[in-house]
């Protein structure tokens, strides 16, 4: 980071209080045509005075004018060629309240940004210098829909080459465990009353058997309890960050400081929930539920930049890696073989069974930069990796969906569908995607992301397209480390690549007729049906095999039962060869005696 930034807890950047009391209300769309803009008719003549032409990957940038402390916001605009490597510093940030403005002067010319950008751009101001940065805001003139369509194609280019990134957390404040109050499916350490305390302090028993059989369980002493008890009053950010350090250096669970002991009268240790371990934990929770994580453009703004972002929350800013390493050992430990049993005292996801979910964001950030760094450049990410983490996510405009993953697709794909009209139909973008995505695969299983949606809102959708807007539905199957067996003896489903009949909803396969169907059941599984009712239907389709098929071939029933699937992995141990011996037997004989 210019102006000297630092790595570590502490930064220089300058506040503006004032708009720190603002609420994270979100309401932007980067496709919609939402003028940034107050007035209804904005003086345009900045962006006017630095034309792109769309056919170049011409950008503007804005040279930030120094300042300090309150000092009005002033830059100008100015234009450069992404094939020549130019220096500029890209901004990842949710635009927030579009009713809630500060004045900044863009060329003579007052233009009302939101109070998230206007801090933003302060933060970063230097005192002594310009500085060059790339926010789409101000750096795209919202007014001109060509021009927008036009820049968000050199989305990839703009994030992928900028010489620094910088993230908007918001500010940290004294007050920082208010965001996290009222939920009422989670309480926060400072919430807990008494009766609360003995009641988590009874949830955690269980897992304290297995850990003080653990040779290398930590529980710290008395005097550590105190220090570590002060730290985190004296400076829970800088204490958590430092933590997640920790964390990220591949530490076993059971050597997380969860737990102090005292020598009882008789030599025994007695064992207790560091309670500020609790309040650490929150401040983790405090990071991943920014309203940054939440948004679908920021998923490849975070992913694709090849150098680290730094993220700013106000007075600290620090590096995205430290808390996505130290998130991802958590719960990598937390899910392997090592340290399953006694997770929740070191996770605290006993106070709620969804405790983990902000986690699985983070997550999802790190794999996919792995990939793009493991990666030949332009080859993009496997868009099944992006697709669920993209139906967490929020956005206003529909179409946003399709524009906030453009990025992950390969370089040729991008091209490709530059080349077209852009298309208006959301339905057939999301088309578009899922023929992307069956093609990309090379098999049809992912048709199981578009069949297990929640029912799509979207007009015309066709049902094998996958709804980027819709939840998926979360049913205890565990169907993810299941692989299914090969019976096209490695013949892949091939479908030809064309633009823009893509975004048809004809979806055309070639197939090859096996067999007809006999007989089918009287019954299907009920919506909400719980492990009874599956057992019961696989009992009565027993029943009609043993019926119809003479003579019956149990082999070939139980295959067919399970899919020929192979249990490839455990998510718990991350298995990544099939299991040492065949358990069909064990299977057949538990299924039939339940």
């Not at 570590?8 to 708009?19: E, M, R, Y």
């Not at 057992?535 to 029943?543: F, G, I, K, P």
Request: charged share 25%.
């Amino acid at each position: 980071m210019e102006g000297g930034a630092l790595d570590g807890a502490d930064s220089s950047c300058a506040p503006t209080p004032a708009s720190w009391t603002e609420p994270f209300e979100i309401a932007e769309s980067r496709t919609s045509g939402h003028v940034e803009n107050a007035s209804d008719s904005p003086d345009r003549t900045p962006w006017l005075a630095t034309p792109l032409d769309p056919t170049r990957s011409y950008i503007r940038v804005l040279k930030l004018h120094r300042g300090v402390n309150n000092e009005g916001l002033a830059c100008d605009l100015d234009i450069v060629d992404l094939d020549a490597r130019p220096h500029f510093e890209v901004l990842s940030y949710v635009w927030g309240d579009a009713s809630i403005t500060e004045e900044v002067n863009v060329a003579g010319v007052s233009f009302q940004a939101t109070t998230n950008l206007a801090d933003f751009l302060r933060c970063l101001r230097l005192p002594d210098q310009e500085r060059v940065v790339w926010a789409d805001a101000i750096c795209i003139d919202q007014s001109n829909p060509a021009e927008k369509s036009h820049q968000i194609g050199l989305m990839t280019e703009i994030y992928r080459h900028a010489t620094e990134a910088h993230v908007w957390f918001g500010p940290f404040t004294d007050a920082w465990f208010l965001d996290l109050a009222g939920n009422k499916d989670y309480q926060m350490a400072v919430e807990l009353d008494d009766h609360g305390w003995a009641e988590y302090e009874r949830h955690t028993n269980v897992a304290l058997k297995y850990l003080v059989k653990q040779e290398g369980f930590r529980p710290i002493d008395e005097v550590e309890l105190a220090d570590f008890t002060a730290r985190c009053e004296n400076n829970i950010f800088q204490t958590t960050m430092e933590t997640l350090d920790l964390m990220a250096t591949d530490v076993h669970l059971y050597r997380y400081p969860c737990y102090s002991y005292r020598e009882g009268d008789n030599g025994e240790r007695q064992y207790r929930i560091n309670k500020s371990w609790l309040m650490m934990m929150d401040c983790i929770r405090w990071l991943l539920q920014r309203p940054w994580w939440s948004r679908v453009w920021t998923l490849q703004e975070a992913v694709l930049p090849k150098v680290d972002p730094f993220v700013h929350a106000p007075p600290f800013s620090f590096r995205l890696s430290r808390i996505l390493r130290g998130v991802w050992s958590m719960i990598y430990h937390n899910n392997a073989i090592c340290c399953k049993w006694y997770g929740g005292p070191a996770t605290t996801s006993n106070r709620h069974s969804d405790t983990c979910q902000p986690f699985h964001q983070a997550m999802t950030v790190y794999n996919q930069r792995d990939v793009l760094a493991d990666g030949e450049e332009g080859t993009g990410v496997p868009l099944e990796l992006v697709v669920s983490a993209i139906q967490t996510r929020k956005a206003t405009e529909v179409r946003d969906y399709w524009y906030g993953l453009f990025g992950f697709l390969p370089t040729l794909w991008q091209e490709m569908d530059k080349s077209i009209a852009d298309p208006t139909a959301t339905a057939g973008l999301f088309c578009q995607f899922s023929k992307l995505l069956y093609f990309q695969s090379q098999d049809l299983t992912r048709l199981d992301l578009a069949c297990r949606g929640l029912r799509s809102q979207i007009p015309s959708l066709p049902s094998w397209a996958i709804d980027l807007t819709s939840q998926r539905e979360n049913k205890d199957t565990d169907f993810d480390r299941w692989e299914l067996y090969n019976a096209s003896n490695g013949q892949k489903f091939d479908c030809e690549l064309t633009w823009p009949e893509l975004g048809t909803s004809a979806f055309i396969v070639k197939g090859v007729r096996v067999a007809s169907v006999q007989n089918v059941a009287e019954r299907i599984l009920p919506s909400n049906y719980g492990p009874p009712d599956l057992l019961r239907l696989v009992q009565e389709w027993r029943a009609l095999h043993s019926e119809v098929v003479r003579p019956p071939d149990d082999d070939a029933f139980w295959r067919a039962v399970f899919m020929d699937a192979n249990v490839q992995r455990h998510w718990m141990s991350k298995r990544d060869r099939p299991l040492a011996s065949p358990r069909l037997e064990d299977i057949k004989q538990c299924q039939v005696e339940q």
